[in-house]
């Protein structure tokens, strides 16, 4: 799997603590040059030159000219091979698009398309800074239908400033009423070093309340289930078949290669992240000097248990035992058998995994199943 990391923006969002940079025109040739340079350096990084996932993300991919999205993938398919079933997903904002980008992207091969819509609440999108109106992100989804953009995927944010049950409702309903397969939708984070951040402290609003955002989060999962879709994470729905190929691939552990300053990759073991600063990507001589995290037993292990349980398939307690051991397996089943009898986690076969009842009290249930570390 291939993570490659545009990081720029028209405008920062104020909520976002992605790396990106809004001093964009000037350095956007110059970073491909740099990402092909990486790309080159790193590519043995992957267990194998085989592709079944390339996920373009930002920052706003959207941005590229179309001229430098097909230097993108030029760089990308020189040191590669995208398989023919690939999973090739670009992130885009969407006032950027337009036939003449879908067009480019189809000819490369993206087959996916990951739309940041947020909210189709015009107020609430300009308090939090996007560049788009709600009807021009519904526009921008009909646009990648009708131009044939095979898999078609919106983000939604709740627990938003102003946000109401009612408004919420009407988001989730406009959502699924357009021709998209998959749907990712996320409690508002509040990242510290944000203005959102800073607005809050201020008091310039406030945010509604925990109780009301788990209704907004019941609603949700009621609403994509009555359209037909899957709950297959926490945070994602599809309709059947159509779930993401990269986000999964992340969940279950598989190794990939992210380039880009602040992108991360993944061994199987060890975690390193680019450097988070566009000038130090772009002077670099060799390759981009990473942190490097080594991740303990105990941490790999409650990563397995914390992002298998988020799935609907759950967490394999015979994978559990072959990778950690029939110690782990046995104190995380005694940890979870009272939310076994309480009905919010069920045990099918070996497989351990969170009832509708768990799903709303997640982050709680999840909590109980982590191996502290000893000091
Ligand atoms: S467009 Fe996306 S990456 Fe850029 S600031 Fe907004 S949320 Fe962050």
Same mark, same amino acid.
């Given at each position: 799997?291939?993570?490659?990391?545009?990081?720029?923006?028209?405008?920062?969002?104020?909520?976002?603590?992605?790396?990106?940079?809004?001093?964009?025109?000037?350095?956007?040739?110059?970073?491909?040059?740099?990402?092909? =340079?990486?790309?080159?350096?790193?590519?043995?990084?992957?267990?194998?030159?085989?592709?079944?996932?390339?996920?373009?993300?930002?920052?706003?991919?959207?941005?590229?000219?179309?001229?430098?999205?097909?230097?993108?993938?030029?760089?990308? =398919? +020189?040191?590669?091979?995208?398989?023919?079933?690939?999973?090739?997903?670009?992130?885009?904002?969407?006032?950027?698009?337009?036939?003449?980008?879908?067009?480019?992207?189809?000819?490369?091969?993206?087959?996916?398309?990951?739309?940041?819509?947020?909210?189709?609440?015009?107020?609430?999108?300009?308090?939090? =800074?996007?560049?788009?109106?709600?009807?021009?992100?519904?526009?921008?989804?009909?646009?990648?239908?009708?131009?044939?953009?095979?898999?078609? +995927?919106?983000?939604?944010?709740?627990?938003?400033?102003?946000?109401?049950?009612?408004?919420?409702?009407?988001?989730? =309903?406009?959502?699924?009423?357009?021709?998209?397969?998959?749907?990712?939708?996320?409690?508002?984070?509040?990242?510290?070093?944000?203005?959102?951040?800073?607005?809050?402290?201020?008091?310039?609003?406030?945010?509604?309340?925990?109780?009301?955002?788990?209704?907004?989060?019941?609603?949700?999962?009621?609403?994509?289930?009555?359209?037909?879709?899957?709950?297959?994470?926490?945070?994602?729905?599809?309709?059947?078949?159509?779930?993401?190929?990269?986000?999964?691939?992340?969940? +279950?552990?598989?190794?990939?290669?992210?380039?880009?300053?602040?992108?991360?990759?993944?061994?199987?073991?060890?975690?390193?992240?680019?450097?988070?600063?566009?000038?130090?990507?772009?002077?670099?001589?060799?390759?981009?000097?990473?942190?490097?995290?080594?991740?303990?037993?105990?941490?790999?292990?409650?990563?397995?248990?914390?992002? +298998?349980?988020?799935?609907?398939?759950?967490?394999?307690?015979?994978?559990?035992?072959?990778?950690?051991?029939?110690?782990?397996?046995?104190?995380?089943?005694?940890?979870?058998?009272?939310?076994?009898?309480?009905?919010?986690?069920?045990?099918?076969?070996?497989?351990?995994?969170?009832?509708?009842?768990?799903?709303?009290?997640?982050?709680?249930?999840?909590?109980?199943?982590?191996?502290?570390?000893?000091?």
């Amino acid at each position: 799997m291939l993570y490659i990391h545009i990081p720029f923006c028209q405008q920062r969002c104020i909520y976002c603590d992605f790396y990106s940079t809004t001093h964009t025109a000037a350095h956007i040739d110059a970073y491909i040059k740099s990402l092909s =340079r990486e790309m080159e350096l790193r590519r043995d990084e992957l267990p194998s030159p085989l592709l079944h996932s390339v996920y373009i993300g930002g920052g706003t991919p959207s941005l590229l000219s179309a001229e430098q999205i097909r230097k993108v993938f030029h760089a990308i =398919r +020189s040191n590669f091979t995208i398989t023919t079933d690939a999973e090739i997903t670009i992130e885009a904002n969407p006032d950027d698009i337009t036939p003449a980008f879908l067009e480019t992207i189809l000819q490369e091969g993206v087959n996916r398309i990951s739309m940041g819509v947020q909210t189709f609440d015009d107020a609430t999108l300009s308090l939090l =800074r996007r560049r788009h109106s709600g009807a021009q992100a519904i526009k921008a989804v009909e646009c990648c239908h009708t131009m044939g953009i095979p898999h078609i +995927s919106i983000d939604l944010i709740y627990q938003l400033p102003h946000q109401t049950a009612q408004s919420w409702s009407e988001d989730v =309903r406009k959502a699924l009423s357009l021709p998209i397969d998959h749907l990712s939708a996320y409690a508002l984070t509040v990242e510290e070093q944000t203005p959102l951040h800073r607005l809050l402290q201020q008091g310039e609003f406030s945010l509604p309340t925990d109780e009301l955002a788990c209704d907004m989060f019941q609603l949700l999962c009621d609403e994509t289930k009555r359209y037909g879709f899957e709950h297959y994470e926490i945070s994602n729905f599809c309709k059947p078949g159509c779930h993401s190929r990269h986000n999964s691939g992340y969940w +279950s552990f598989k190794p990939y290669l992210g380039l880009g300053p602040s992108a991360h990759s993944f061994d199987g073991n060890i975690r390193s992240v680019n450097p988070l600063s566009l000038h130090t990507y772009l002077t670099s001589e060799g390759t981009p000097e990473q942190q490097i995290e080594r991740l303990t037993l105990t941490e790999l292990c409650n990563d397995f248990v914390l992002t +298998s349980l988020r799935t609907s398939k759950g967490l394999d307690l015979n994978a559990l035992t072959h990778k950690f051991g029939s110690a782990i397996t046995k104190q995380i089943s005694t940890w979870a058998a009272p939310h076994i009898t309480a009905n919010r986690l069920s045990l099918t076969d070996t497989r351990l995994a969170l009832t509708q009842t768990g799903i709303m009290l997640a982050n709680d249930i999840i909590s109980d199943l982590m191996i502290i570390e000893d000091e």
